[in-house]
């Protein structure tokens, strides 16, 4: 038997030649979307149709499909389908109770959207009309019998209703309960890892074999702008989750290192997957002091997770495309919460941590220049490390015509404050530098590209700004914190070899800070910021080029410009720069206000999209509906 197709109401496709047959239901709603009433040739029309089960899908997609205006033609219908809505609530029949409901449920919603969409269209009119509307709506229930009046007169919904400081948010700030704050982070991790499931899972379907590889290059000759783009739905609600609890509590952080065996090897079924964990996610019961904790399980096949690990995953996914808006908000939540977290002193304490090693496995966006696939012998580090090497993915990678000037911003500020932590504690990070100042530079490289661009949409300095003080904050403090002496004369090595784009840059700045225009003063602040890497290549440049004259050479190898870098410090003087290891706290408010506001909406919608009554089974709707009337 062929199987049944319910979108659109269409059944089956008996032929090329004859027309798909239709659900009886879906002909009678078309009856209600023409003029004439469909009652005058069907008497029984009304009570025949909350006995057939709703097809929400197209009651939906036609309410949406008619503008303002033709809805208006059918007003007359629309309010006798909302009338004999109410009419089936009072059936002792609940099969007509339900579909009665859902029918109420789509004409709410497709009613409202057209009333954000046309000026002077009103609700009350369209679906009961102006002359029927307090007979329609009038008290009908017995008030003693009314469970949701019930509930508001033994429960207080003061705090929920009054516009003043969030109670919620106050409760979550204290919370201290060792096992509520693991059950929450318990929750979070599940939703994450479950995403960074079926990411993996669909990378290696689209990595198949010969075949379709072939098949791919083939499609590739024909499609040349094709880009192959892994889509899963992203989870902006656990991320909001996450954030609320690692910007307001501080007990949450601790929550954050939790070890447990790594969810993304066990392995699933088949069958769907249960909402709910089916076996424990941690070993055992976390400690009161997770900070002192040093040891991991010693079981060399088992690999060890955390919180935090899975959210740097995550972010790596989600981080790779931020062309649609909803990508992009979800990595603007990313790196917010990562600047919370670079913020917090305990959080730092174990992401610089020794004695607290992983292996991070991020993805990495597929790139001409590079291999595809995550390098499977990455060594076990500090997170600190997987954090920095995600920013630096970001950096390089993003680099485009739409360029998201407030997300590189925000990344700049997450390496600004971990260097600060550093500094101040004084932490030597074996880390491999080079990559960071690499990417760096060709940000500065990109900026000054496309300056003519830029300009016309961002204050372009300001970024500028903050990676010419990063660059400051290693050449003043690097003795501090970078592992080794070699890695400080590396980093010299790195400005004097593109010391090309800072000249540039300098002369960029200098000739928009000496012009009358918007932008001279963020510019003249970019050009006092150069002074000490304009004194290193002033400096070293005339001595490597003596030496190379003097031993007949045409093109120096790095180590031999290393050997002049590190025989010509001593007269080498640079300005001790004030300010560098401060930064601003963030805020929510008011800066990130409008954008929470935005994101809230924006996940309530998309539950209302998603959590849809068509999704739920006749049967479950009855049960649910015999519980609570």
Not at 139 to 151: G, M
Not at 385 to 403: P, R, Y
Not at 478 to 491: C, I, R, V
Not at 513 to 526: D, I, L, M, Y
């Amino acid at each position: 038997m062929a199987q049944v197709e319910k979108k659109a109401g269409l059944l089956r496709k008996s032929s090329a030649s004859k027309k798909p047959l239709k659900e009886k239901v879906v002909l009678m709603y078309e009856e209600i979307f023409v003029r004439e009433d469909p009652a005058k040739n069907n008497p029984r029309f009304w009570e025949e149709l909350f006995l057939m089960k709703v097809n929400l899908e197209y009651l939906e997609g036609k309410l949406e499909s008619l503008d303002g205006d033709e809805l208006m033609k059918v007003k007359d219908n629309i309010n006798s389908l909302f009338q004999h809505c109410i009419q089936a609530l009072g059936e002792e029949h609940q099969i007509k109770v339900v579909n009665a409901l859902q029918t109420l449920c789509a004409l709410f919603r497709g009613v409202h959207q057209k009333n954000k969409s046309t000026s002077g269209f009103d609700i009350i009119n369209m679906l009961m009309g102006f002359d029927k509307a307090e007979l329609r709506m009038k008290v009908t229930d017995n008030i003693s019998q009314n469970t949701i009046l019930e509930y508001v007169m033994i429960n207080s919904i003061f705090e929920a209703i009054l516009q003043s400081v969030n109670p919620y948010i106050v409760k979550l700030s204290i919370v201290d309960d060792e096992t509520t704050l693991n059950g929450k982070g318990l929750v979070i991790s599940q939703a994450l890892s479950e995403y960074n499931r079926q990411y993996k899972d669909k990378e290696e379907e689209n990595q198949g074999g010969f075949f379709s590889a072939l098949t791919t290059m083939v499609g590739s000759m024909f499609i040349a702008d094709a880009e192959e783009k892994i889509s899963v739905q992203t989870n902006e609600a656990i991320l909001l989750a996450l954030y609320e609890a690692v910007h307001l509590n501080r007990n949450f952080i601790t929550v954050l290192a939790q070890s447990h065996p790594e969810i993304d090897l066990v392995k699933t079924p088949s069958a769907p997957v249960p909402t709910t964990p089916t076996a424990p996610l941690g070993t055992a019961p976390p400690s009161v002091d997770v900070m002192s904790s040093t040891e991991l399980p010693l079981d060399p096949n088992l690999q060890t997770s955390n919180l935090l690990i899975t959210f740097l995953k995550y972010s790596s996914i989600v981080m790779q495309d931020t062309k649609d808006e909803h990508r992009l908000n979800s990595a603007k939540l990313c790196l917010i919460i990562l600047t919370c977290i670079a913020e917090d002193q305990y959080a730092n304490a174990f992401l610089h941590d020794d004695n607290m090693n992983f292996r991070v496995n991020l993805h990495r966006m597929p790139m001409r220049h590079r291999k595809k696939g995550a390098d499977k012998n990455i060594p076990s580090r500090p997170l600190v490390c997987a954090v920095l090497d995600l920013m630096v993915e970001f950096i390089v990678t993003h680099m485009m015509k739409e360029f998201p000037m407030d997300l590189y911003i925000r990344c700049v500020q997450v390496v600004h404050k971990l260097i600060c932590y550093q500094k101040k504690c004084r932490v030597r990070l074996h880390y491999t530098w080079r990559e960071l100042w690499s990417a760096l530079i060709n940000l500065v490289k990109f900026l000054m590209s496309n300056e003519t661009v830029l300009l016309t949409k961002y204050n372009v300095f300001h970024l500028a700004l903050l990676v010419i003080n990063l660059f400051n904050m290693f050449i003043t403090y690097g003795d501090t914190f970078l592992p080794t002496p070699s890695s400080y004369d590396e980093l010299y090595y790195e400005i004097v070899r593109m010391h090309q784009v800072f000249d540039n840059l300098y002369c960029m700045v200098l000739r928009l800070s000496t012009n009358a225009g918007q932008w001279k003063e963020a510019a003249s602040k970019v050009t006092l910021a150069l002074v000490n890497i304009r004194a290193i290549i002033n400096h070293f440049n005339p001595k490597i080029e003596s030496y190379a004259a003097v031993n007949h050479i045409s093109q120096l190898s790095e180590e031999q410009v290393l050997e002049v870098v590190r025989s010509n410090y001593d007269t080498l003087t640079l300005k001790l720069q004030d300010g560098l290891d401060q930064y601003e706290r963030y805020s929510e408010q008011p800066k990130e206000a409008a954008f929470f506001k935005e994101l809230v909406r924006s996940i309530s919608l998309n539950v209302r999209k998603n959590v849809s009554l068509n999704t739920l089974s006749q049967d479950v709707l009855l049960k649910e509906f015999s519980s609570i009337s």
